[in-house]
Nanobody
Framework: QVQLQESGPGLVKPSQTLSLTCTVSGDSITSIYYFWNWIRQPPGKGLEWMGAIADSGGTFDSPSLKNRTSISWDTSKNQFTLQLSAVLPEATAVYYC???????????WGQGTPVTVSS
């Protein structure tokens, strides 16, 4: 059974870079057909897809984040990471990693990790 687990700092200061890691077990992140996604949910708001890395290693970013995201993977550790630069307080959210057959359909989620952006 595939499981995903997010990790990262719970608190980040404005203008800093947020780095999060998703550790995958029960499946390889190089498995064909799958996308490995980052999604966030600010307090009181809906889900926002941020980006994904595909089985080929190609990455896809949300245009709304204006090139501030970087997604990569470490296949030796079966992990993929998200970096979000120049964070603002509006980036306060619960951040999730999720597996899916595309960037918009997700079948397995991590439990989520809360991140607060505050000085």
């Amino acid at each position: 059974q595939v499981q995903l687990q997010e990790s990262g700092p719970g608190l980040v200061k404005p203008s800093q870079t947020l780095s999060l890691t998703c550790t995958v077990s029960g499946d390889s992140i190089t498995s064909i057909y799958y996308f490995w996604n980052w999604i966030r949910q600010p307090p009181g708001k809906g889900l926002e897809w941020m980006g994904a890395i595909a089985d080929s290693g190609g990455t896809f970013d949300s245009p709304s984040l204006k090139n501030r995201t970087s997604i990569s993977w470490d296949t030796s550790k079966n992990q993929f990471t998200l970096q979000l630069s120049a964070v603002l307080p509006e980036a306060t959210a619960v951040y999730y990693c999720a597996r899916g057959l595309s960037s918009s359909t997700w079948d397995t989620w991590g439990q989520g990790t809360p991140v607060t952006v505050s000085s």
